[in-house]
């Protein structure tokens, strides 16, 4: 499997999907290459019990609401599901599983995209990787000589591998209040957090955090200091999970300790602690690898961007990985923006009177 496009989209997960229905109707060629065996993105990897912190009606890409309405908070399998549909909807043009190794400059005005199925040639490409496959462990101090379990929540399933045993929990955010909360039930847990976490107020859940986002980054666009209460998308939400656990009196966080040892971690009074394992809950990276040998990524890890598109590889775009890509741009509602403007500017940059010229297989 090989061709060319006019755009190669590099992710079948939610921002490569919303990219594609906008470029549907630019009528340009494009195709999706996912990693993936089947539809769903990184949520295929969540845990099991993972619910968003935002209602159905605020979990939707562009042109089509998710079931639910304002009261249902979904499950990890509905989303799986709802973009496994989605795609299906809109006959979105994905190959999977297909890998992606690089990205690739030729002599002519198009980027190579090297594939294990063969090489995709395109006027423009999207990058969609998102972080799933980037995942982020700090570096202690005899970390390869503990002898217990560890893994990154990104592999985290379920509690009950856990039962019974000292469970170290390393991560103030909503990933390790949830991970901890049900942890916590079967197991003896400490979570450990670089500073004291912060708790947003019961009432507040992912639709007040994404039009918080949205105005702080205007705000800032225009030059002036955001005028709004604290709080962001990597404060905690108390869901059902976490509020269980408050009444429980698990939500206590310590501050980090020093250094591993082969059975256990050695805190900065000195005091030694036996665990078993270490769950860590800190976060992931955007996944480039395959955009490395162009040479525009960045010392902390991103590349530099005029809106998505890169600033020193002007046939390359980036949707969907955070703040960098825009406002909320990691979450199903957020990313409808990025991708929509993204295909537009795409189409211009093309000129829609050559649409169509590159097949799509």
């Given at each position: 499997m090989a061709g060319q496009a006019d755009v190669v989209i590099i992710g079948g997960g939610q921002a490569g999907l919303a990219v594609g229905y906008h470029l549907r109707r630019t009528g340009l060629s494009f195709v999706i290459l996912d990693a993936e065996d089947a539809p769903g993105g990184a949520w295929r990897h969540a845990w099991r019990s993972l619910r968003l912190f935002s209602p159905a009606a605020w979990s939707s890409l562009p042109g089509w609401l998710l079931d639910g309405g304002e009261t249902s908070y979904p499950s990890r399998d509905a989303i799986v599901e709802y973009l496994t549909r989605y795609e299906a909807r809109y006959d979105l043009p994905v190959r999977r599983p297909v890998r992606v190794r690089s990205v690739e400059r030729t002599?002519?005005?198009?980027?190579?995209?090297?594939?294990?199925?063969?090489?995709?040639?395109?006027?423009?490409?999207?990058?969609?990787?998102?972080?799933?496959?980037?995942?982020?462990?700090?570096?202690?101090?005899?970390?390869?000589a503990f002898r217990g379990l560890q893994i990154h929540s990104g592999a985290y399933d379920a509690p009950?591998?856990?039962?019974?045993?000292?469970?170290l929990i390393v991560g103030g955010g909503n990933s390790g209040a949830q991970i901890l909360a049900e942890v916590s039930a079967v197991a003896e847990t400490t979570w450990v957090t670089e500073r004291p976490p912060v708790f947003l107020p019961d009432d507040v859940d992912g639709r007040v955090l994404f039009h918080r986002a949205t105005a702080r980054v205007k705000a800032l666009q225009e030059g002036r200091e955001p005028d709004m209460p604290t709080g962001g998308l990597g404060d905690i939400v108390m869901v059902p999970p976490v509020l269980e656990a408050r009444y429980r009196g698990v939500l206590h966080a310590v501050r980090p300790f020093t250094r591993f040892t082969e059975t256990g971690v050695v805190w900065r009074d000195g005091t030694e602690s036996m665990i078993d394992a270490v769950i860590w809950c800190t976060g992931f990276r955007p996944a480039l690898d395959h955009v490395a040998s162009l040479g525009i990524v960045g010392p902390e890890g991103t590349v530099a961007l005029d809106g998505t598109r890169a600033l020193h590889e002007p046939r390359?775009?980036?949707?969907?990985?955070?703040?960098?890509?825009?406002?909320?741009?990691?979450?199903?509602?957020?990313?409808?923006?990025?991708?929509?403007?993204?295909?537009?500017?795409?189409?211009?940059?093309?000129?829609?009177?050559?649409?169509?010229?590159?097949?799509?297989?």
């Open positions: 002599r002519d005005d198009r980027l190579r995209v090297v594939t294990d199925h063969g090489d995709w040639f395109a006027r423009m490409v999207v990058s969609a990787t998102g972080t799933w496959r980037h995942p982020y462990i700090p570096d202690y101090p005899g970390r390869t009950e591998r856990f039962a019974g045993q000292r469970v390359l775009w980036f949707v969907g990985y955070g703040g960098w890509t825009g406002p909320a741009s990691a979450t199903l509602i957020g990313v409808g923006r990025s991708a929509r403007d993204t295909a537009r500017r795409i189409a211009e940059a093309l000129n829609t009177a050559t649409v169509g010229s590159a097949p799509a297989s």
